[in-house]
DNA sequence: AGTATTTTTTAGCCATGACTAAATATATTT
DNA sequence: AAATATATTTAGTCATGGCTAAAAAATACT
């Protein structure tokens, strides 16, 4: 069953919902994760029902279906595959991905997804340290450790990042941390939570406890 | 001034019947190429020319106007970056490119092409040899001699196609012929227009009339 | 339980880009 | 020059994806 643009985006965002523990969904919430008003909610859901991506019963909530679950993770595959692209081809910066993605990812077209994880290498990660759905879906995932919940001496390496707001990532930008990026916890404050990291072995940086919070790490 | 994809594809067209040298352009041709009924393109006649891209009388056709030209010129350069980057880098075949390229060339951003461009190694020629026009809009051509204006025992390579049509494309291929091949005519029935040609040295091969208009060269 | 509040849906409207059918302007023919 | 034919435009309709305002359902409160 083929997705306007406008479908795909409302199912990402249901798929996304859910993933995160939200069910059922409401109108509102959706309405607000959409920028949108509920009452063009409810008329897209009825859409995305009569297509079976979604099950949804008046007034109580929506759920996503196998159905709408493979295609979110299709979408999802198409979107981090170009950003896999843009950031090591063509050199773009994190933050300058959103509105290119957000087109792109709507192409729909097998031939040329297959050939682009072919000319990538097959990536398993988007720039973000997000794993990549394969082909059928599955989702290779490696444990995720905020660095906020590292102890003190312990070393990681920077694997992710939970935000991928344009602010947030131009921080990180500046402040000289990235994806690969080896930290090692000098001391934390108990009172605000925030921390002093070693970056890379060479330079010492303060972060506070809700940056810590959405940098995600593979500890050694 | 932004254009919607519909907007991009109907410039697209004017642009490319006003420069084969059909001026002005009636409603009805218009039509024609862009496969939809005339009352559809007196609206969307209207709307371009209240964005400046054309000049239109009512009963009078249309002319393109220079920020049109503009425009219709950067729509074909995105166009021809991604077509160059699905065949060299993704291996696609020339025919599997329409789709694709109707898609991606409606994406606007500078950032995006000008990467691209980077990232492709400044090509000029789109991979049916047709010239790609530089950031300022700017074209540049060689001389293009059709295959049936070449006399018995003239060489020369092959550097164009004036026919994108799939099955065209297809019979090229079947054929053994492609952009660079080198081509020696050995003879020409003056009878049916047909003729027979000696590819890259090696492969005799007898063409239509039809094929030999269409296919064009850079005689040695 | 009965009222008030919040959530959700319905109803009706707007713009885009298509369409058909009817009206009008231009071209051609006699 | 008038009649006919062709081309073009207008008027009204449809689907998509938004919106607002009003109605209806679910939830919360006294």
């Known amino acids: ?45 009825k859409k995305l029902a009569r297509k079976g991506m979604i099950s949804y019963v008046r007034y109580q909530g929506v759920h996503i279906t196998s159905a709408g679950k493979k295609k979110a993770l299709e979408i999802t595959r198409r979107r981090k595959l170009w950003e896999v692209f843009l950031v090591e081809k063509l050199r773009l910066h994190w933050d300058e991905l959103a509105g290119l993605s957000d087109a792109l990812e709507h192409i729909s077209s097998p031939l040329l997804i297959q050939r682009m994880d072919e000319f990538l290498g097959y990536p398993k990660f988007d720039p973000f340290g997000d794993p990549i759905p394969n082909e059928y879906g599955e989702i290779s995932s490696k444990p995720r450790v905020p660095v906020l919940e590292l102890k003190i001496e312990q070393s990681a390496k920077i694997i992710a990042v939970s935000d991928n707001s344009s602010s947030f990532l131009k921080y990180l930008d ?47």
Request: charged share 25%.
């Open 1 to 45: 069953m083929e997705l306007t643009p406008a479908e795909e985006n409302y199912l990402k965002g249901i798929y996304g919902l859910e993933a995160s523990g939200i069910s059922p969904i409401s109108t509102n919430e959706l309405a607000d994760l959409m920028q949108t008003k509920p009452a063009s909610v409810t008329d897209m859901l």
């Open 174 to 220: 500046k402040a000289g941390l990235f994806i690969g990026a080896k930290v090692l916890v000098l001391d934390k404050v108990d009172f605000d939570g925030s921390m002093e990291l070693l970056v890379e072995n060479k330079k010492r940086l303060f972060i506070s406890k809700e940056v810590a919070a959405n940098i995600l790490t593979l500890p050694f």
